[in-house]
């Protein structure tokens, strides 16, 4: 924008400013750094013209004619036409064509091209410039009839199509009617005449459905190509891209219009696709694919098959050589791997576009890291390269991209990577069928805590609700397993053993197939490529920590979670969840226990007993992070988790229990909540249980003191959940530290230890001054915070996330990746107020979004100490820490 | 504690700081408006000294040394013990005794006097400077060893009990074993022998119990009562009392020493208790009543029956006259209505207190009437005079105050007043013995909207679940029906038709009686006092209003209700729920067939069907609010409140629907939700539908347009529910906007209306500026605010809330009380942003709150339109309202 704004305010003639620019003849008017202006397309032609590659002249209508177009009802903008028009004169000039001209006829392409690229989102018309006159000069020019006719039935097409908005389908209609009269296959057999006599049944079909004639007029197409292009930029399909790809709707999009040239002249023409280095695998050398006598859609259509771009030498090498010298000098002007589109019209080359290419996870960090090494770009530069999100492909397996799958339904990508296994519907029987090698995908209605070994004994999980932060989410991704929740399309029958979606019935034993990229479900057993983890990741990776400044904790809850963390990077633990602890076997009874106490004095034997337990589990956590700081976080969930469900589990719990079934019922009926997630949980349980709390911080802190006395450095954080006023963590950490203090003493040790706080409940983002006085660090839990700040059930939301994204009244899944303006804010009011209290107070965040690279480049922003996600994001955090502080200057 | 602070600040020396006041000799250190430092009681001591009214004399320790004490672990500021010297020597000049001597011994109370009264919250030490010794004076000087022996025997029991924490029980232990030894019954039937023998058990009793011997040096006495009084502030007791009525835990109390005067030496001897005027009805006349030969305890103890004060007339006609002068002079000097003490030793009248007299709302408002009408106060004090909340009792039917009552349970008080009635269990049992003209209470685990029929036709409800803004509460408060919620006590077994409390059997058809302003149950057919308005109260109201600035609206869904609501004032409708519409027997099929419905087009016509009745529910309301706004909420709740519960109601449903049993159990899986209240409702429901909010806004157009053709006025505002981000109100206005144009159009008439939106999303008040730019109005619902923000579910918060009051965490219920500091925040971000970004915005608050008066004086402090509230709390709001424009200044 820089560019235009200057032109606009040098000047005081409101006439003057610019809206087209020109290229070729070896120089254009704008470079690639216009880009905003010119669109990618755009600014990248001009670019190339500037550097003497050959390239079709043309010019570029910029996107602030664009807005301008959207701002006032679909007007241009005053004078657009007239400079419109003198680019086309000088475009005639450099072509020595004309316009319309039945001798020497140009023709004109008509292209879209954003800022960035949205493939196939948005209009293009080619060989624009035809009517029954000049295609007599075409045949002339080409001295081919029925190349003539072909491009001019191909423009009526492409026209009535996108211009006229007559179905697409009506047009391959008389193609196919036409074939059929003739008795052919192919539309190459169709002759010049049988072409000639197309287009005039085109012609007809636009006047029947358009009411109107076919405009022959070439600048009369020219300008409805322009607005159909403009037009374009709001169509459904271009909207859902940009919601999808997060492209604000007011950029725009700029028009190209550039004049044709034709790969399919003869044996000396063709058109291809090229990358400068291996996009797959990022290898340094050249690919690509072409076709002899073709158009750039016959290379994409698939119906000729393209040879690969060495073959080219042998067959023009002249061409190839040249062609090998541009990409090369392409390569290191833009100093990245580029995709190229070429022409070749009667042996001459011509260069139709250059883009940064589009490459795999394994290729971004290759290329990176070679050229670095190449001196080609500085490390700065190389980390900057790879998109953080993009490693999941590296951590994950993944289904072979080649195969072509049919999904039996789709649901949300909750944890990514690909699981292939036979579907069982309980968490019993996954654990029964693994212990026997079988692999296994666990379909379920929900999971819930009580499912975490059926879970990490399946290869990937299903669930029919539940949004990004459900349970088996938020655990499948802790465990780096494939995940796909809220997957609507299936109703669960367990009982009966199997599903249906869509009609299709798929039972228990049944193989399916799940994308945790794309939340599609598959039948059968599909291939899956399983991901390894380069040196060149682990430079990109050792490059990517010298920049960061945000530090990147873990979200686990096991010794082993902890080790993987540790591995990935991991530089503490900034959430380790007790409740699941409580759900093991050995455990769960004596959780029961408690629950059941009818006195206080029961409630504690039954915690003491738990004691010993949860002593161990911190012990093995404090022992792999030796050296790091560890924050356990206090009991969360409900009470009424921890109690059966069915029936059955009922009568079981009454017999191991030795009380009767009406008892327990009695109890699940008080326990009973109809808004668990704003119930009685979080620090609400340890304030009318503060024996439990007790046991737990108990629990922690002999862990501490005996590993400390065998000389393993430990560093534990205690803290608070669901804290919403400051006396409730006033109340709960004077209970924290009477027993600290007491365990140090005990153990006569010396140990550091810090009590804070979870900062997840609106009210205490808002109050967070009062509560800094009272803690030792905040964790920010944006996963409740967006529950309530938003009022979305994550358990709920996907009966109407997915339309409101659908509809663009979000942008984004506000689980996966914060919502800056809303819970973002209450966020940064949080930090301000503590920091305004206590300005050394630590700040960090352990809700699901310390992952996604959006939300920790807020975090970095607005100044917190470090990010918390789950052990397979750590990478992606580490990266994305080290774009936030590398993109901040 | 203007007064200290000046002489502290006048004075460079710290010792300076005055702690101690002295009163008596017709001239005192303090007065009435000494209130914060000195106490109500000490103050008012102060005052009528200075007024000349005959008091014995004394002094007071001030509340600052209280709040020293407590900041300085219990240790008295430097300097007080001196203090107390000197004004003990002043006290025995003026009394022309000395504190400890044989002769003449001088005897003081000493007695707790905060702020605000307290009573019987904190101690009291009478007859201290009692020792064996001093009590030979005491003889002397009254003649009577009998007397002195008694007064004695108190001071010991007393200060044992007081000071000591000697078991009182205890002590009436070895009193009651003395007189059953004497073989007599009454206390006054001891000899002095028998007393003097009590004294000398009860000083062993002591000895044993605290291993240390009775103090029998006075200054030591003293000493150890001041710090009891001091201590006593912090008793359990007063903790609770303070926390139930807002009262500042940092006030401290002052300690009031005083000289004692004995209305127990003979029959020229009294004491009594009075009120310038009849603190039940308000009448002025003079009302108390007394006893001849006895101390105040006797009074209040209930012993022996009291005179009417009228009698002392007779019985001392002096000293009545000199009463009544005081009386008077009393009333016109505080200007209100005064509670006096008296005592009367020897002929000799003595006032030991005035304070101002507590009375019923009925009398708050005739005095206050009566006072403006005598002249004695303006206007503008009358309005002060009467405590908002207090009109409850003018609104509701009460139960006789004078009826001691024993609660089986006790729950929240949701909705004040008293109910009467047979115990049924199900809304339709209600509605058929209503039918019958039985009187029923419901009594249910927690109410549903179909359960509205049933409430309406009950005299109260009880539920064993649910808060403050249950459904139960808020449908109770708004049918102005008695309503106790949350009671945990009970357990209701509605199929077996009993619910049991503390091991008692309530059976249906047992007669049970509500307190919904103590939310207390009690067994059996208690007495109902049937409140009436009277004129006086018109013209305190009339009155208010003309000090008020803040709009009264009302939270409305009938005709009926609105008719009640304007009757009391109601300036508009704030809050008309459209769900409470789909619940009528007529709508409710036709709700679910368009819930069944599975594609637009069924769910249409289902939608067409409902559209004249709701129609005409919208025909009604606005006739009877003719002239005045109507804010309508579009459809709130999730669907699946309208489906059935049980197995029969399902069976029904199908027979009705003509579907499958199946197909309603799928449904009903489908629509579940885990957390409904963070679920698919409110606008989410009319974005993923916009047929629904299409038909609602159709049928308030086509109301407002038949009804303005007929000569109303009707002004519609549509209001959207829990809009979160500004694009939700952006989709659904422009629904509305399409349709109410259509209608308008359609009608030909000249409508005025609004589109506005609920502020009670924490989001929404965080991005208030975004979403100001689209509405209206904005209509805070502090109750889902509440939750939200607090992350409490209301329905839940039961099981913690009442603990969380108990250990102070939180002062008050935040869903009875908005919560200033943090939901009150997010409203004053709210009110600020939506004022930013449209200055003109119309703003007001819809939820429970708005008829609680802390919350209007908060309201109106941010500077909100208008307050909307249930109909029986509107004349509560308008004399709120008018209290925070007083107060104001």
């Known amino acids: 924008m820089q560019t235009a704004t200057a032109v606009r305010s040098s000047s005081k003639n409101?006439?003057?400013?610019?809206?087209?620019?020109?290229?070729?003849?070896?120089?254009?008017?704008?470079?690639?750094?216009?880009?905003?202006?010119?669109?990618?397309?755009?600014?990248n032609l001009a670019e190339m013209t500037n550097m003497g590659i050959p390239v079709p002249p043309g010019f570029t209508i910029n996107t602030e004619a664009c807005t301008h177009f959207y701002k006032n009802k679909k007007q241009y903008p005053a004078g657009l036409l007239d400079e419109v028009e003198k680019n086309l004169k000088k475009l005639e000039t450099v072509m020595g064509k004309k316009f319309g001209d039945v001798q020497s006829p140009l023709l004109v392409s008509v292209r879209s091209g954003a800022r960035v690229s949205m493939p196939g989102m948005m209009d293009t018309v080619l060989n624009l410039g035809l009517n029954d006159n000049t295609v007599k000069g075409l045949i002339m020019r080409s001295g081919s009839e029925r190349f003539a006719y072909d491009a001019y039935r191909r423009f009526c097409q492409m026209f009535g199509d996108v211009v006229l908005g007559v179905e697409h389908e009506d047009f391959e209609h008389l193609l196919a009617k036409k074939k059929k009269q003739r008795k052919i296959k192919l539309d190459t057999e169709l002759s010049a005449k049988d072409l000639k006599e197309l287009v005039a049944e085109y012609k007809a079909l636009i006047r029947k459905k358009t009411r109107a004639p076919f405009p022959e007029d070439p600048r009369k197409q020219l300008r409805m190509s322009i607005d159909a292009v403009f037009s374009s930029w709001n169509n459904k399909r271009a909207i859902t891209y940009r919601n999808l790809n997060g492209i604000p709707h007011e950029w725009g999009t700029a028009v190209n219009v550039q004049a044709m040239v034709f790969g399919n002249l003869g044996e000396d023409s063709g058109t291809g696709v090229a990358f400068t280095r291996d996009p797959a695998t990022g290898a340094n050398k050249f690919y690509g694919e072409y076709l002899i006598?073709?158009?750039?859609?016959?290379?994409?259509?698939?119906?000729?098959?393209?040879?690969?771009?060495?073959?080219?030498?042998?067959?023009?090498?002249?061409?190839?050589?040249?062609?090998?010298?541009?990409?090369?000098?392409?390569?290191?002007?833009?100093?990245?791997?580029?995709?190229?589109?070429?022409?070749?019209?009667?042996?001459?080359?011509?260069?139709?576009?250059?883009?940064?290419?589009?490459?795999?996870?394994?290729?971004?960090?290759?290329?990176?890291?070679?050229?670095?090494?190449?001196?080609?770009?500085?490390?700065?530069?190389?980390?900057?390269?790879?998109?953080?999100?993009?490693?999941?492909?590296?951590?994950?397996?993944?289904?072979?991209?080649?195969?072509?799958?049919?999904?039996?339904?789709?649901?949300?990508?909750?944890?990514?990577?690909?699981?292939?296994?036979?579907?069982?519907?309980?968490?019993?029987?996954?654990?029964?069928?693994?212990?026997?090698?079988?692999?296994?995908?666990?379909?379920?209605?929900?999971?819930?805590?009580?499912?975490?070994?059926?879970?990490?004994?399946?290869?990937?999980?299903?669930?029919?609700?539940?949004?990004?932060?459900?349970?088996?989410?938020?655990?499948?991704?802790?465990?780096?397993?494939?995940?796909?929740?809220?997957?609507?399309?299936?109703?669960?029958?367990?009982?009966?053993?199997?599903?249906?979606?869509?009609?299709?019935?798929?039972?228990?034993?049944?193989?399916?197939?799940?994308?945790?990229?794309?939340?599609?479900?598959?039948?059968?057993?599909?291939?899956?490529?399983?991901?390894?983890?380069?040196?060149?990741?682990?430079?990109?990776?050792?490059?990517?920590?010298?920049?960061?400044?945000l530090g990147v904790w873990t979200n686990a809850d096991t010794p082993h979670d902890s080790k993987v963390a540790r591995d990935f990077g991991a530089e503490g633990i900034g959430l380790c969840r007790t409740e699941h602890m409580f759900f093991g076997k050995d455990r769960l009874p004596l959780v029961r226990e408690m629950i059941l106490a009818e006195d206080t004095k029961t409630r504690i034997k039954a915690l003491s007993r738990l004691l010993p337990l949860q002593r161990k589990d911190f012990k093995g956590i404090f022992r792999v992070m030796c050296g790091l700081p560890v924050t356990i976080r206090l009991l969360d969930p409900p009470l009424h988790e921890f109690l059966p469900h069915t029936d059955k589990e009922i009568a079981e719990m009454a017999r191991q229990m030795k009380v009767s079934k009406q008892k327990i019922a009695d109890l699940m009926q008080n326990l009973h909540e109809i808004n668990p997630m704003l119930g009685h949980r979080g620090c609400r349980l340890g304030i009318t249980y503060p024996e439990i709390y007790r046991m737990q911080v108990r629990a922690i802190f002999e862990a501490a003191c005996e590993l400390t006395k065998s000389g393993y450095d430990v560093i534990p954080e205690v803290m608070i959940p669901l804290v919403g006023h400051v006396n409730e963590l006033i109340f709960t950490k004077r209970h924290a530290l009477e027993v600290a203090t007491e365990v140090i003493k005990k153990y006569k040790v010396k140990l550091k230890y810090n009590i804070g706080t979870m900062i997840e409940i609106p009210r205490a983002a808002i109050t967070a001054d009062e509560i800094a006085k009272e803690a030792d660090f905040f964790s920010f839990g944006t996963n409740d915070l967006t529950q309530m700040g938003f009022g979305f059930s994550r358990d709920d939301v996907g009966k109407f996330l997915p339309s409101y994204i659908e509809d663009g009244i979000l942008e984004k899944d506000p689980f996966a990746s914060i919502d800056i303006k809303g819970i973002g804010e209450l966020v940064k009011i949080a930090v301000e107020k503590g920091r305004g209290a206590k300005p050394s107070l630590k700040i960090g965040i352990c809700g699901e979004h310390g992952g996604d690279p959006a939300s920790v480049e807020f975090c970095y922003k607005i100044g917190l100490n470090y990010v918390s996600c789950s052990p397979y994001r750590i990478p992606i955090a580490r990266l994305a820490a080290a774009h936030a502080a590398l993109k901040e200057g």
Chains 1, 2 share one sequence.
């Open 293 to 549: 006598n073709a158009q750039g859609e016959d290379v994409v259509a698939g119906t000729r098959t393209p040879h690969p771009i060495a073959d080219l030498r042998k067959d023009m090498p002249v061409v190839y050589a040249e062609l090998v010298k541009i990409y090369k000098k392409l390569e290191a002007h833009y100093r990245d791997m580029q995709d190229l589109e070429f022409t070749i019209e009667d042996k001459k080359l011509y260069l139709l576009q250059t883009r940064t290419g589009k490459r795999t996870a394994q290729a971004a960090v290759k290329i990176a890291v070679d050229m670095e090494r190449e001196g080609l770009i500085n490390k700065r530069e190389a980390v900057l390269r790879v998109e953080p999100e993009q490693l999941d492909q590296l951590l994950h397996p993944m289904l072979d991209p080649k195969v072509k799958v049919s999904p039996i339904a789709k649901g949300l990508p909750a944890s990514p990577g690909a699981a292939v296994g036979k579907v069982v519907f309980t968490a019993d029987k996954a654990e029964h069928m693994a212990e026997k090698n079988e692999k296994v995908v666990l379909v379920r209605l929900e999971t819930s805590p009580e499912d975490i070994g059926g879970m990490a004994a399946s290869q990937g999980i299903l669930t029919a609700r539940g949004g990004m932060t459900s349970h088996a989410a938020v655990v499948g991704r802790g465990m780096g397993k494939c995940c796909v929740v809220g997957c609507g399309d299936i109703t669960v029958h367990s009982k009966d053993g199997y599903f249906v979606t869509k009609g299709k019935k798929v039972k228990e034993g049944d193989y399916i197939s799940l994308n945790g990229n794309t939340g599609e479900v598959m039948l059968g057993e599909l291939d899956l490529i399983e991901p390894k983890l380069t040196s060149d990741f682990r430079t990109l990776m050792v490059w990517a920590d010298s920049f960061r400044k």
């Open 14 to 43: 409101k006439r003057s400013i610019k809206y087209v620019y020109f290229f070729g003849g070896g120089r254009a008017e704008g470079d690639a750094k216009m880009k905003n202006l010119l669109g990618g397309k755009g600014s």
